[in-house]
Nanobody, 125 residues
Framework: EVQLVESGGGLVQAGGSLRLSCAAS????????IGWFRQAPGKEREGVSC???????TMVAESVKGRFTISSDNVNTVYLQMNSLQPEDTAVYYC???????????????????WGQGTQVTVSS
């Protein structure tokens, strides 16, 4: 079964940066998408960004565009670089994996079959 392990969360002051990592293993499909989602207390889980494994195409939510960047190495680790963090970015951040197909919806939870355990990001004002 696919395994996803997030790391890199923590406490940071407003304006600071963090880089989250998602280490993925045991993939069972040829091409896949890795997405980052977040869930703040009392709110629904929302999509932040995603990257396609094969062509490295990416998408970023409008709420974080210009501040967050998704990337991957040549193996199975995906990163989320988060700059200019604000208190409203405070949430548990999850990475997720799903099979790629041409019309997948990067920000839809149902597109992703596997989920990591999450990593807490707290931004103080």
């Amino acid at each position: 079964e696919v395994q996803l392990v997030e790391s890199g969360g923590g406490l940071v002051q407003a304006g600071g940066s963090l880089r989250l990592s998602c280490a993925a293993s045991r993939f069972t499909f040829d091409d896949y998408v890795i997405g980052w989602f977040r869930q703040a207390p009392g709110k629904e889980r929302e999509g932040v960004s995603c990257i396609s494994r094969n062509d490295r195409s990416t998408m970023v939510a409008e709420s974080v565009k210009g501040r967050f960047t998704i990337s991957s190495d040549n193996v199975n680790t995906v990163y989320l670089q988060m700059n200019s963090l604000q208190p409203e970015d405070t949430a548990v951040y999850y990475c997720a994996a799903g099979a790629y197909y041409s019309n997948y919806n990067c920000f839809a939870l149902h597109e992703y079959e596997y989920w990591g355990q999450g990593t807490q990001v707290t931004v103080s004002s």
